[in-house]
């Protein structure tokens, strides 16, 4: 079984600085792994999926996250942020080779971007 | 292509009564998941459909929940005899079977039980 550790439940962040949320994941196969972005009031939308090839994955609104299997983490970070990045951010892993596609959501990371 | 749409957006029922939720995947999308998400916690996943076909669903999901794809279009999400610990957001997604790892999620149905 897998599971997905977000390690902050809070970012603050000032407008402009660069941020980095955190996220580690347990599995004993091989796995997928992604990050969503939720607005208030608004459904999940995938930033970025890490399936394989390269371990930096670039995704949408500048965001990036890098696949470590040695320390079994998919941090995500963007380099300078915006208050439109205000959000919540779920990092969510599934099983390598599996036809189901049910993810495994972490408990969420709430960015707050300060001006 | 207008997204994922959930049928209400809230609904608020007394403890014991059965409730219904809609969701509308996107047209050509053939898999279509069911995910509960409570405060202050990630989504959890209930059930999914191939089409028609319920093919898994979570030991989440008692046996007060049902889910039903008919026409292999829509999904309907009954939950009978409500708690208060039903009380969650419900989140709809769909994508193609080629690409199950991209999903699109809707905006979810907000229940609460009194």
């Known amino acids: 079984a897998q599971s997905v550790t977000q390690l902050d439940s809070q970012v603050p962040v000032f407008e402009e600085a660069p941020v980095e949320l955190r996220c580690n994941y347990s599995?004993?196969?091989?796995?997928?792994l992604f990050w969503y972005v939720q607005y208030p009031n608004q459904g999940l939308q995938l930033l970025l999926k890490?399936?394989?090839?390269?371990?930096l994955v670039k995704g949408i609104n500048g965001f990036e996250a890098e696949f470590n299997k040695s320390q079994t983490s998919f941090h995500l970070r963007k380099p300078s942020v915006h208050i439109s990045d205000t959000a919540e951010y779920f990092c969510?892993?599934?099983?390598?080779?599996?036809?189901?596609?049910?993810?495994?959501f972490g408990k969420g990371t709430k960015l707050s971007v300060k001006p | 292509d207008t997204g994922v749409s959930q049928n209400p957006r809230h609904k608020i029922t007394k403890r014991g009564q059965n409730v219904t939720f809609r969701c509308d995947p996107i047209s050509e999308h053939n898999r279509l998941y069911w995910y509960r998400q409570t405060l202050g916690q990630g989504p959890e996943f209930l059930t999914y459909f191939q089409n028609e076909a319920q093919l898994e669903k979570s030991r989440l999901l008692s046996d007060r929940f049902s889910a039903e794809r008919p026409k292999g279009s829509f999904s309907t999400l009954e939950i009978q005899r409500t708690e208060q610990g039903d009380s969650a957001m419900y989140l709809c997604?769909?994508?193609?079977?080629?690409?199950?790892?991209?999903?699109?999620f809707g905006p979810g149905t907000r229940l609460t039980v009194t």
């Open positions: 890490y399936l394989s090839g390269s371990t």
């Open positions: 969510a892993v599934t099983d390598y080779g599996g036809s189901q596609g049910n993810l495994i």
């Open positions: 997604a769909s994508s193609l079977t080629r690409n199950v790892y991209e999903q699109y």
């Open positions: 599995s004993s196969v091989s796995v997928y």
